[in-house]
């Protein structure tokens, strides 16, 4: 509740509880300054205040955050608010046009307090990593009226939906796409924006870019999205599976489009470019499974026919050795995928895995004290068991911290880990899931002693690096790092 004079008031309702009593308060003021890495104050910024940990788009946010603009000399007052913690965010506006993903973009933040003698809070603004460029038909002129689409080559599709930015062309086919994550490489589509907010954005590959280049030339045929992709989905039984989600992206541009089954179990793709794609049927209590389809250039429809969908598979993953136990991470990702499901061993050094799509999967198993095991595995019967050895290593702790502040969205993870060697392979990556506690993940996994190099990435596009040593046995000492811009 908010009323004018007063400031605002929450309660948890809890069903059952009764009568709920909301106490409006007495008003504070924020005060603050907003400046450019460079020290000039930074005028007419969009500043949003409100309480930690809830989203400025939620139903009661209006009642409890206040958004405002700074005057020239960059400062600005946040008036009738609860005494206590703030979190104030400083948005920069849509550049180049706004695109597909409406995602706000924060170029500083802090947690403040609100109160009597609570200090002025200081605010130093980043710049957004970006990329710019031109986007072209083949004869060389500039496309207006398109989405230019950037989305991370690394990551599963569950971490990526987050990251994927995009930006409208100018009548000149100029784009700037915004807020991405600094010195990441970046797997680039386009589509028009027409068909994009008719449902039937399918990107056509045109390329890939690392964060923070300018000069980008990026070509697209305009007669390219002029195929239509068509199947029919149905189970062994012969009948619709119901709920069931299908999601079409290019190989070269992971940037899905979903859809649902009608009622015969049909899908249709409108607007394709020609091309290889990933389709995945994602088959409620069975998983994602994935096949590599082709749209043809020369025909004006592909028609993949009738597709069945073979039952789940019950997987038993068991392992044997001297670091089989409880709690290790098992995590298996059928082939072609971005998607995977994850459980964690019993007592028993066992995972079940009640439901999971039959054929090629790739199985990883890591946790404390354990060599991590990463290889691939065929799931055929309809009960299958993997039984994996499980050696010894030394237990790596891992912290990662962050400013809760420079997360804008309701949730803190996943978070994508990598564990890279002393020659850069990738040891294992994996998802660990919400923070245990605000502002910080934490996690622990086995290594075989060696160099290593661990990299981080969050929802909102902060990155961590450290590297560490990982003795032979025993237990390594805490890799700490700090997620940040």
Known sequence: ATAAGAAPAIAEVVPGGGRIRLQLGVPHSLRGRVVTAGGTPLGDALVQVTVPDLRTNEPTAPLVARELRTSADGRFLAPMLPAGPVTV???????????????????????????????????????????????????????????VLATPSLGAAVHRQFRNRSAATDADGWFTIQDLAAHERYELGAAPVASAFAGDCVPAPVGTATAGEAGLRLVVDPAAHRHELAARALDA???????????????AMPWPSSRGLQRDGSVVWRKVPGGDYLLTWIVPGAGARGTVVRVRDDADRTDLGVVTLAPAVRATIRLQGPAARAGLRVVVRPLPSDKFAAATTDALGVAEFAAVPPGDAELLVHGSGMDPVRRNIALIDPATTIVVPAAMAASVP??????????????????????LDAEGRVVFEDYPGAARERGLFDCSTGLPAGEYRLVARSLWNAVATARFTAPATGLAAPVRAQLKH
């Open 89 to 147: 965010r400083v948005m920069a506006g849509a550049s180049g046009g706004a695109g597909l993903t409406l995602v706000p973009k924060v170029v500083a933040a802090a947690d403040a307090r609100v109160g009597d003698g609570a200090p002025e809070c200081e605010l130093t603004a980043r710049e957004l990593p970006s990329l710019r460029g031109q986007l072209v038909g083949p004869d060389g002129r500039g496309l207006g009226g398109w989405n």
């Open 398 to 419: 891992i912290a990662i911290g962050f400013a809760p502040a420079d997360n804008l969205f309701n949730v803190d993870g996943p978070l994508h880990l990598q564990v």
């Open 237 to 251: 039984a012969g009948n619709v599976p119901v709920g069931t989600e299908c999601e079409l992206r290019p190989l």
